[in-house]
Nanobody, 124 residues
Framework: QVQLVESGGGLVQAGGSLRLSCAAS????????MGWFRQAPGKEREFVAA????????FYADSVKGRFTISRDNAKNTVYLQMGSLKPEDTAVYYC?????????????????WGQGTQVTVSS
């Protein structure tokens, strides 16, 4: 079993930055691909970014490419999402997710474990 706890959300002005963290329990973190997803009110959950077990492969949604960076520290069992040049349309609850295998995916139904989410609000 894997437990994921997100932190780092908050209120920020447009153009600002935030760094989200996701701390994972368990000894298998380094063998799992990780992802970030988000869900805005009235909208479906959408893919944001994903990273392979080693960090060697990363994927991004077109809407965040060039503004967000996903990274991981396997020694700390933590995955990060550095968000920059934030826009009001980035406002959502951001979720961390873990796969059971090493390869990253853009598909939310391929992730077995989810955190409780952290709210990010970008004001205009």
């Amino acid at each position: 079993q894997v437990q994921l706890v997100e932190s780092g959300g908050g209120l920020v002005q447009a153009g600002g930055s935030l760094r989200l963290s996701c701390a994972a329990s368990g000894r298998t973190f380094s063998s799992r691909a990780m992802g970030w997803f988000r869900q805005a009110p009235g909208k479906e959950r959408e893919f944001v970014a994903a990273i392979s077990w080693s960090g060697g492969s990363t994927f991004y949604a077109d809407s965040v490419k060039g503004r967000f960076t996903i990274s991981r520290d396997n020694a700390k069992n933590t995955v990060y999402l550095q968000m920059g040049s934030l826009k009001p349309e980035d406002t959502a609850v951001y979720y961390c997710a873990a796969r059971t295998i090493t390869y990253a995916s853009r598909k939310y139904d391929e992730y077995a474990y989810w955190g409780q989410g952290t709210q990010v609000t970008v004001s205009s």
